[in-house]
């Protein structure tokens, strides 16, 4: 089993600025892919990044060079670096963890940007 803990979300002002983290406790399994995905009020859930233990990411065009991933293996922790927010950035933000078997989800951390 694989337990995720999210944090770091808020509200903001457009143009500013969070940092979102989450750490992934587990005894027994080695996690491959982490990321971070979201969902609006009446939408679906999206892809916004992702990040291989070996450091190789993946973004969604929409946060191309405004939003960051990274990893911290030796903590199995990922971040998102979120800058230049939009008010479309607004919706409730979940980590994910991909192990060789499974996957696990988070619980969720709301981030609302206000025009």
């Known amino acids: 089993q694989v337990q995720l803990v999210e944090s770091g979300g808020g509200l903001v002002q457009a143009g500013g600025s969070l940092r979102l983290s989450c750490a992934a406790s587990?005894?027994?399994?080695?996690?491959?892919?982490m990321g971070w995905y979201r969902q609006a009020p009446g939408r679906q859930r999206e892809l916004v990044a992702t990040?291989?233990?070996?450091?190789?990411?993946n973004s969604a065009d929409s946060v191309k060079g405004r939003f960051t991933i990274s990893r911290d293996n030796a903590r199995n922790t990922v971040y998102l670096q979120m800058d230049s927010l939009k008010p479309e950035d607004t919706a409730v933000y979940y980590c994910?963890?991909?192990?060789?078997?499974?996957?696990?989800w988070g619980r969720g951390t709301q981030v609302t940007v206000s025009s």
């Open positions: 994910k963890a991909s192990t060789s078997a499974s996957h696990y």
């Open positions: 587990t005894s027994r399994f080695v996690i491959n892919t």
């Open positions: 990040i291989t233990s070996d450091g190789s990411t």
